[in-house]
């Protein structure tokens, strides 16, 4: 419908790189709806034209130059920058429903259904999940609501400290009032949650429909509706939540292989491997495009084996950087290189 969209927001070339990413998954997967991208007023001039080649409608909110409403909270509120920049997509009053997604979001099948469920719909934050996680929810535009969230902001701040704390104090009823404003975790699977429940990811991978149901029908007696709705083989979104971002890596196309100096396990390695696919094939192309002979950081290492992408630690070295808690996740220390070092030890 073209009265709904898809939106996010990018506030830097980083960040911009991601929404490209974002608005390519979505298109990829057939959306019929609007792409619309927020962009601050530093994201470069390329950048902003390959947003445009992607998204169908690219606009520029800056609040500090801003004479409206958000410039007053913003006197009163400056520690609120970039969470006042996200209010804006409740201004998009020309589109009747919108789905906002965090520009490090992937998605990984069509996720139109979400335009059937109303304001404000999220999924729980792994973190505490009394509390929604703002990296994906449905809302609808309004200028009377985003002057009640400017209000909400400067008389009572964020909890947090950004947009989430904020939305989660001004929608405060999420966790109680209505279950059809719980999306499935599938809508918005933190890559750090993976981690914490391994078996509720695997699932799916593991196990059938119908081995699920016949598995439960053997132990209670009940004829249960399919689960593998629920869990990590049918994810629909990954949010590459923590300060790892995709790309804060370096990626060798042809190895197909990261490196990186990565202090934290904060993306599956399938999904890692999934953003830069559509990066490097689709995103790295319009870029060069864009830059023409300007030299510019793709962030891809074209022609070189992985192991030149960075020096090799000693085994001193590497058992160091394991007791502080930086394995190398991505390379030599990933699961696939251990357990293949195990195998070999029993054979």
């Not at 279950?179 to 993976?194: D, M, Q, R, V």
């Not at 399919?226 to 300060?243: C, D, I, Q, S, W």
């Not at 995103?283 to 830059?291: A, G, H, I, K, T």
Request: aromatic share 12%; with cysteine.
């Amino acid at each position: 419908m073209a009265d709904q969209a898809f939106v996010t927001l990018a506030t830097n070339d980083s960040y911009a790189r991601g929404a490209m990413v974002l608005g390519k998954s979505l298109r990829n997967h057939n959306t019929s709806k609007k792409l619309v991208a927020l962009i601050g007023p530093h994201v470069s001039e390329p950048c902003q034209c390959v947003l445009k080649r992607i998204y169908d409608e690219v606009r520029v909110v800056n609040v500090l130059d801003s004479g409206d409403t958000a410039h007053l909270a913003m006197m009163k509120r400056p520690d609120l920058g970039v969470t006042f920049t996200k209010l804006h997509c409740w201004t998009l009053t020309h589109y009747s429903k919108c789905v906002f997604m965090d520009a490090d979001t992937l998605v990984l099948s069509n996720i139109d259904e979400l335009f059937e469920r109303e304001e404000l719909s999220a999924a729980p934050d792994p973190g505490w999940p009394d509390c929604f996680n703002s990296g994906v929810f449905v809302f609808r535009p309004s200028n009377e609501t985003y002057g009640k969230l400017l209000q909400y902001c400067t008389e009572h701040g964020s909890f947090d400290g950004g947009d989430q704390g904020v939305l989660n104090g001004f929608f405060n009823t999420w966790a109680t009032a209505d279950i059809t404003k719980h999306l499935p975790f599938i809508y918005n699977l933190s890559s750090i949650a993976i981690y914490t429940y391994l078996p509720a990811f695997k699932q799916a991978e593991n196990m059938s429909d119908f081995e699920t149901m016949t598995l439960s029908y053997l132990e209670t007696g009940n004829q249960p509706a399919p689960t593998a709705e629920r869990y990590g083989g049918n994810a629909k979104v990954v949010h590459f939540l923590g300060k790892t971002k995709p790309w804060s890596y370096t990626f060798d196309p042809k190895a197909r292989q990261f490196s990186g100096s990565v202090h934290e396990a904060s993306a599956h390695p399938t999904f890692l491997l999934d953003w830069w696919t559509l990066y490097s094939s689709v995103v790295v192309p319009l870029l060069r495009e864009q830059y023409g002979d300007q030299p510019f950081d793709s962030g891809c290492v074209e022609g070189e084996s992985s192991s030149s992408l960075g020096p090799q630690l000693s085994s001193e070295e590497r058992k160091q950087k394991w007791e502080q808690g930086q394995a190398d996740y991505m390379g030599q220390d990933s699961f696939d290189n251990i357990k293949r070092k195990l195998d070999s030890f029993l054979k």
